[in-house]
């Protein structure tokens, strides 16, 4: 099985780091946010890691050439001319992953102790085109799921816009957790091009397919997408 791990993005809310550096390298507990989610994956025998670069790529093409991809085999997608968020830039780096049955994906600014077996499981069992982790935690920006974990729709708390693709009652709302399994199917039915948010595309994509999501309330957590979220990481991953 391969995986991306989309870290291609500005890292404005990290900001200021990110004036000099990707935000892939900052440090936790000295491993670098890149570094961790390449040996998360390792634990679960991924070893075949896709990694998108925009912003200062040739520093994180630097490290992982200089750390032998920390024993991975890592293959680049280069976004240097244009960031594409991460729809693009899964769309982007299709060549790279359609090869199998279906493939991970990972935000490069989060951790979680997620258990992937768990994940893939759930993903086999249930056969929808994409599973991803859920939880109940607090956020701004929710998704709706019905009684079977169907994703419905999404919702941002603050100023109440809703996007609904599947009209139920009594959504529940859960906070998306940033690992996905997709079917590889999915690159035939995606709709958008160029830079797009894969919530797009999930709300696109939820109307006519099934996306699950898994609940795995209680693991560790957390969007390392500020300077003060660093203190918190380092002490749920030492």
Not at 121 to 136: K, M, R, V, Y
Not at 143 to 165: H, Q, V
Request: aromatic share 10%; proline share 3%; net charge negative.
């Amino acid at each position: 099985m391969k995986a991306i791990i989309f870290s291609a993005g500005l890292g404005t809310r990290f900001k200021p780091w990110t004036n000099s550096h990707p935000k892939a390298l900052a440090v936790v507990n000295e491993k670098s946010l890149l570094q961790r989610n390449i040996e998360y994956l390792q634990q679960y025998n991924i070893t075949n890691v896709v990694v998108n670069v925009h912003h200062f790529p040739d520093q994180i093409i630097d490290a992982i050439n200089a750390n032998g991809g920390w024993g991975s085999d890592i293959a680049i997608s280069d976004e240097s001319n244009e960031v594409l968020e991460t729809g693009g830039g899964l769309l982007k780096a299709r060549h790279l992953l359609e090869d199998d049955e279906f493939f991970i994906t990972l935000n490069v600014d989060v951790l979680t102790d997620l258990d992937l077996n768990k994940l893939i499981a759930f993903h086999i069992e249930n056969n929808p085109l994409i599973s991803f982790g859920i939880t109940d935690r607090l956020t701004s920006r929710n998704f709706l799921f019905d009684e079977n974990s169907r994703l419905c729709g999404w919702r941002n708390n603050l100023t109440k816009e809703e996007k609904i693709s599947v009209a139920k009652k009594n959504l529940v709302e859960k906070a998306y957790s940033c690992v996905t399994v997709f079917n590889s199917s999915v690159f035939s039915l995606i709709k958008q091009t160029g830079k797009f948010s894969l919530t797009e595309t999930y709300l696109d994509l939820a109307k006519d397919n099934t996306i699950l999501g898994y609940n795995h309330t209680g693991d560790k957590w957390v969007d390392v997408g500020k300077p003060e979220s660093v203190a918190v990481a380092e002490k749920l991953f030492p």
